[in-house]
Nanobody, 121 residues
Framework: QVQLVESGGGLVQAGGSLRLSCAAS????????MGWYRQAPGKQRELVAG???????NYADSVKGRFTISRDNAKNTVYLQMTSLKPEDTAVYYC???????????????WGQGTQVTVSS
């Protein structure tokens, strides 16, 4: 099994910054893509940013220029640096990882438990 543990959420004023972290552990052979999603009340979960094992990134239009995703492959950890936060960024943020397990060598998607980010105006 694989576990994803997130940290770094909280309450911040508009214009502020937060950094989210997500560490993967368990029966991991390798990790393919990692990403961050968010879900606001009454809305569907949406992709915020993704990063491949080689470091290629993609972002939702709404966060381009404000959020930066990065990863440390040695630590199986992905980060989301969020700056110039807006009230509309308020949501539960979920970490996602596509993991190739040790036994069997299958690719599976795993999710973190979610961390609340609240941006006050």
């Amino acid at each position: 099994q694989v576990q994803l543990v997130e940290s770094g959420g909280g309450l911040v004023q508009a214009g502020g910054s937060l950094r989210l972290s997500c560490a993967a552990s368990g029966m991991i052979f390798s990790i393919n893509t990692m990403g961050w999603y968010r879900q606001a009340p009454g809305k569907q979960r949406e992709l915020v940013a993704g990063i491949t094992s080689g470091g290629s990134t993609n972002y939702a239009d709404s966060v381009k220029g404000r959020f930066t995703i990065s990863r440390d492959n040695a630590k199986n950890t992905v980060y989301l640096q969020m700056t110039s936060l807006k009230p509309e960024d308020t949501a539960v943020y979920y970490c996602n990882a596509n993991v190739r397990g040790l036994f069997p060598r299958n690719n599976e998607d795993y999710w973190g438990q979610g961390t609340q980010v609240t941006v006050s105006s």
